[in-house]
């Protein structure tokens, strides 16, 4: 079982950069693949990036790719999201999660069994 707790949100301004956490704690966290997840006010959960157990394979939703990145350092337990050029339509909770099947990658909500609480994002025009 896992706990991820996700750090780093805030408000900035259009074009910004900000960088997002997730620190987990137990047992096998380099088994698992990662997923950044958001939802923003009246909309579904949608899928952001996902990076697999090893860190070898990472896939992204279009409407990030190319300014945003996920990485994992499996020795500190942690997964984060840089997000580069920051857009208003990004505004949104963002949250991290843990596919415990971790391979092939998925952007099914639906395939994660772990979440962290959520961060706020959110960019001003």
């Known amino acids: 079982q896992l706990q991820l707790v996700e750090y780093g949100g805030g408000s900035v301004q259009a074009r910004a950069s900000l960088t997002l956490s997730c620190a987990a704690s137990?047992?096998?966290?380099?088994?698992?693949?990662m997923g950044w997840f958001r939802q923003a006010p009246g909309k579904d959960r949608e899928f952001v990036a996902a990076i697999s157990w090893s860190g070898g394979e990472t896939n992204y939703a279009d409407s990030v790719k190319g300014r945003f990145s996920i990485d994992r350092d499996n020795d500190r337990k942690t997964v984060s999201l840089q997000m580069n050029s920051l857009k208003p339509e990004d505004t949104a909770v963002y949250y991290c999660?843990?596919?415990?099947?971790?391979?092939?990658?998925?952007?099914?909500?639906?395939?994660?069994?772990?979440w962290g609480q959520g961060t706020q994002v959110t960019v001003s025009s």
């Open positions: 999660a843990a596919d415990q099947v971790g391979w092939p990658l998925y952007r099914d909500p639906k395939a994660y069994e772990y």
């Open positions: 137990g047992r096998s966290f380099s088994s698992y693949a």
